[in-house]
């Protein structure tokens, strides 16, 4: 036969017909899914695909018969026979029913996985105000009679002692700023946070009798690394509630070490019954619970926190670990 | 003839402070100092206090349940306590009692 010439006709019924798919596909995917199959009605949906699916037909039909395309490829492709206009070409059709399935089908899978990404996205910023709105709910607070009693002891020291006096008042000015300040902020300085660390316990001796003997180990870490501020004050606070007695003598130790971006933090006290009727055992700043869901939110995977009474010694130890990289 | 008198303190600092203005006034002999109330019972039981400067909050044995401790003995002495407290919270008096023991509250 060689080659044959395609009419015109032909052309315009595939443009038209690309044209169809690409309308059906936008209207799908912006459409009736978001109308029909987002809402959960999968019945309409359907529907509305299969009376879609009768329309596409119906206009295929329609522009066939206005353009006499069945006719003059009738007369291409079979000149010899008589050609009757009531009789179409069915793999033809089903050819053209199998674009129009593949068409929705595409378009329902881009349309349902771009829903999919922006639920996704949606989900994560949730995630992430949920847990900052639980980080600054559970951010450490000095306990407030820590405050009231140091200053009750400069009080004494400006008759006693003025140069210590003067020292603690700068010493409680500089663990101030780091409260009000420092501690707004998600992240501070390790040396920052080892200065106050530093700070609280020269103003914790001052109220410990001769019984308590406190033994500090504090390593001066380098200028880089950063931490979330006042993540171990309530580990110090501890100590101080439970391993103080009036009348028995007790150890307190408290040491801190870097290795690299690594941070281990141990802190070993006795224990004995807390006062009840002592104002510091009601108003705690913050519980060792709240501390280990914020050491989980802020370094999940990231930090060991290993606490409890060691039975030979019987003393309370907390051994934290938290790699700062 | 002066007071004999013995202070009672958790705080070291401001324990320091109550025996620094004692023994500055001169009709108070300050015998004992202590930094807590159950040591300075077994004080109390062993020699003639004519007055106890002690705070109200103080742990094991606070200020207050010392002063019903020694209302209720019948010492040969009579003991007057002074109470205080360096904060505001609570201020209480505590006045004579039956058995003569008046007692202060004084904020410092």
Not at chain 1, 134 to 160: C, D, G, M, R, V
Not at chain 1, 168 to 182: D, F, G, N, P, Q
Not at chain 1, 206 to 211: A, F, P, V, Y
Request: glycine fraction near 4%; charge should be negative; aromatic fraction near 10%.
């Amino acid at each position: 036969m060689g080659e044959l010439e395609l009419p015109i006709q032909f052309w315009w019924k595939q443009i038209y017909l690309v044209g169809l798919l690409i309308s059906i596909f936008y209207l799908n995917a912006w459409g009736i899914v978001p109308k029909f199959l987002l809402k959960g009605k999968n019945y309409s949906y359907l529907l509305v695909i299969l009376l879609g699916a009768v329309l596409f037909y119906g206009l295929i039909v329609y522009f066939e018969q206005f353009i006499h395309y069945g006719q003059k490829m009738h007369e291409l492709f079979n000149p010899e026979k008589p050609y009757l206009a009531n009789k179409r070409w069915v793999p033809g059709d089903v050819f053209q029913m199998l674009l129009y399935v593949i068409s929705i089908g595409l378009s329902t899978s881009v349309a349902l996985v771009e829903k999919w990404q922006k639920d996704e996205a949606l989900r994560g910023e949730l995630e992430r105000q949920r847990i900052n709105t639980e980080l600054s709910y559970l951010k450490a607070q000095i306990n407030p009679h820590f405050f009231f009693n140091t200053l009750n002891n400069i009080y004494s020291l400006t008759t006693l002692d003025v140069s210590k006096a003067q020292e603690a008042l700068l010493k409680l000015s500089r663990m101030m700023r780091y409260v009000l300040y420092e501690n707004q902020k998600d992240t501070t300085l390790l040396s920052k946070e080892v200065k106050f660390i530093e700070d609280y316990l020269e103003l914790m001796k001052m109220r410990l009798s001769q019984k308590v003997h406190l033994l500090v180990k504090l390593e001066e870490p380098k200028e880089d690394l950063v931490i979330a501020p006042m993540l171990f004050l309530p580990f110090l606070e501890n100590c101080f509630k439970h391993g103080v007695s009036s009348q028995q003598e007790s150890e307190i130790s408290i040491s801190l070490e870097v290795m690299g971006d690594t941070v281990f933090f141990e802190t070993k006290n006795s224990i004995f019954p807390i006062q009840p009727d002592s104002p510091e055992a009601h108003e705690n700043g913050i519980g060792l619970v709240n501390t280990q869901r914020r050491l989980n939110l802020l370094y999940p995977e990231k930090h060991r926190l290993k606490l409890g009474k060691d039975e030979n010694s019987e003393q309370y130890e907390v051994h934290l670990t938290i790699n700062l990289a | 003839m002066k007071i004999s008198c013995i202070a009672i303190d958790d705080e070291p600092l401001a324990l320091d402070l109550l025996c620094k203005f004692i023994q500055q006034t001169t009709f108070l002999e300050l015998e004992g100092k202590f930094s807590n109330a159950i040591e300075a019972l077994g004080y109390i039981n062993q020699y003639e206090v004519n007055l106890i400067f002690m705070d109200i909050q103080m742990p094991d044995l606070s200020g207050m349940e010392l002063a019903r401790i020694l209302d209720g003995k019948k010492n040969s002495v009579q003991t007057r306590v002074i109470l205080y407290r360096l904060s505001s919270i609570c201020l209480r008096r505590i006045q004579g009692r039956s058995s003569g023991l008046p007692a202060q509250t004084l904020q410092l």
